[in-house]
């Protein structure tokens, strides 16, 4: 007796480059995410933060690098920072400003 | 249609109305790899100018996700579509002049959207609205307006998020790709296409800092400017019946305010003193009379694009000469940022992980005061420490650290902020504290 194939709903599909309708969420051939949080983490630790500073931009939701967060969850994040750490350390910098001005909110 | 020169094109160009340049231009300096895309910015600019009737779909200040998104959708593709229709196969750039001062990035061998509208339609239209004409451009409908950044990074809402937009309807897979964050405002353009396309002549530029306005009496709102600006920054306002767009928060730039700047020095305009990232940073660069830069080595602007070429214009292949420059995203794929920034892409992302000591000092010195740095000045320190970096090409890089000092200067030449690199810290993770 032959198995008729079972049927997928569309949500289940893979996205595909031609589909006018999905343009926004097809992903683009190239590129490494783990590159690109690496790359985050190197901006941050030479701005001075450390690791928890670091843990903060990814896992507050409001932020666009959640998604990695969201996706990999925070231990695979953390590790992440620590390794990056661990090699590059974090600049630690003094600042004085000199001349502040008027308001909080300037 | 006279010519004039631009050296983001390294060459000259078409365009409707002869040079004529400021004596100082804002421009500013975007570090992309900073970006998390907070949206502090996008809404630091809406509460200030765009909060009124008429205005809400208007973003003055956008952040993007790239290379899915955009504001409005697909802008960028779009006009780079309508370019390569226009001049099949000939977009491409000249590198063998590149490094010349008056060649930067090499030769554009392409058309702008100023040459690439075709001579003869021009000729035969009899009025200017029918050719609209001087310029390549289109018309977003009003759905491309829609939604900006919503859904950009996730193709469903996030579960801790309550948002009315999110629903329950269709999901897709949240995708694993690479992104990247575009942070885009007026780029105040040297030759400015919404300029060009004024059938009122209602934008200018001022002379004192070439920031582009338009004069909200003269403009009739025809929208030939929303048609015109390839970046999309010149939006149309129902309400009054007029197009609006990015001033660049002049009342700041021009230090008027007694409040924030009782010692009338120019303050950074409201996106860029919101900053969450330390992405940004902005100035005014000298003009000479032919247009090109002033040779200015301490002006934090002139540094990064003229001396170190560590931030690039966006889409100069457009024409338009913007004043907006970006330090590419280096983990980004090569092709894509040589599209988007120019042939320049691969040295700037070369002369970015590994910056050289001034540089190095030059970008801590991003958002560190509200005023806007004029001068800054390296006060060199001894090594204190290394490490390695790869560098695009694969090859490793030492990247040396120094106990320098930099220091920023406002316009009047008085120190505004002195900051010392201390020395690369290693912390010990907080569960190993107590193994030693």
């Known amino acids: ?106 | 249609m006279p010519k004039v020169y631009n050296w983001q094109l390294g060459r000259e160009m078409l365009y409707p109305y002869p040079e004529s340049h400021p004596k100082r231009q804002f421009a500013f300096v975007f570090n992309i790899n900073r970006c998390i895309g907070c949206q502090t910015c996008t809404m630091a600019c809406k509460s200030t100018w765009t909060f009124s009737r008429g205005q809400e779909y208007m973003w003055w200040n956008n952040v993007e996700t790239k290379p899915y998104g955009g504001y409005p959708h697909f802008w960028d593709a779009k006009l780079l579509a309508m370019l390569e229709r226009a001049n099949p196969g000939g977009q491409a750039w000249n590198i063998g002049a590149q490094g010349n001062a008056q060649t930067p990035y090499g030769i554009f061998d392409g058309k702008t959207i100023f040459e690439a509208v075709s001579e003869e339609q021009n000729q035969e239209a009899e009025t200017f609205q029918e050719t609209s004409g001087r310029v390549l451009g289109y018309l977003p409908s009003d759905d491309e307006w829609d939604a900006p950044n919503i859904y950009e990074d996730t193709a469903r809402r996030p579960e801790n998020l309550h948002r009315r937009w999110g629903g329950e309807g269709a999901s897709l897979p949240a995708h694993q790709s690479w992104f990247f964050h575009l942070q885009r405002i007026c780029n105040h353009c040297t030759y400015p296409g919404c300029l060009a396309a004024c059938p009122r002549q209602a934008i200018y530029k001022r002379p004192e800092d070439g920031v582009v306005l338009i004069d909200q009496e003269r403009c009739r709102g025809y929208r030939k400017c929303v048609e015109a600006c390839p970046y999309k920054k010149s939006m149309y306002r129902g309400t009054t019946r007029t197009s609006e767009k990015c001033i660049a928060c002049y009342p700041r730039l021009e230090g008027k305010d007694s409040f924030l700047t009782p010692d009338g020095v120019p303050i950074e305009t409201r996106c860029m003193a919101a900053c969450v990232g330390k992405i940004r940073m902005q100035g005014f660069v000298k003009i000479a009379k032919d247009g090109t830069w002033e040779k200015d080595p301490d002006n934090p602007i002139y540094y990064m694009v003229k001396e170190e070429k560590v931030a690039l214009p966006l889409y100069p292949q457009f024409g338009t000469e913007p004043n907006g420059y970006y330090i590419p995203p280096r983990w980004v794929p090569m092709d894509y940022l040589i599209q988007m920034f120019g042939p320049g892409a691969e040295h700037a992302v070369e002369a970015y992980v590994c910056p050289s000591r001034r540089m190095l000092g030059l970008l801590q010195l991003f958002r560190v005061a509200q005023k806007i740095i004029a001068r800054f000045k390296l006060i060199e320190g001894k090594k204190v420490g290394e490490s390695e970096v790869a560098l695009p090409n694969g090859k490793k890089k030492t990247l040396e650290i120094f106990n320098d000092t930099v220091v920023g200067y406002d316009t009047k030449d008085r120190q505004v902020v002195q900051l010392t690199v201390e020395e690369p810290v290693f912390e010990r993770p907080k569960e190993h504290y107590n193994s030693i």
């Open chain 1, 1 to 106: 007796m032959s198995k008729e194939p079972k049927l997928r709903h569309g949500r289940d599909k893979e996205p595909e480059d031609d589909d006018p309708m999905e343009l926004r969420m097809v992903p683009v051939p190239g590129g490494d995410p783990l590159f690109m949080a690496t790359c985050l983490v190197e901006e941050y630790a030479r701005l001075g933060l450390d690791e928890e500073a670091i843990l903060a931009l990814f896992r507050q939701p409001i932020y666009q690098t959640h998604a990695l967060y969201r996706g990999r969850g925070e231990a695979w994040v953390r590790e992440l920072i620590r390794s990056v750490l661990a090699r590059t350390g974090r600049l630690r910098v003094s600042v004085t400003v000199l001349h502040h001005i008027g308001g909080c909110d300037a």
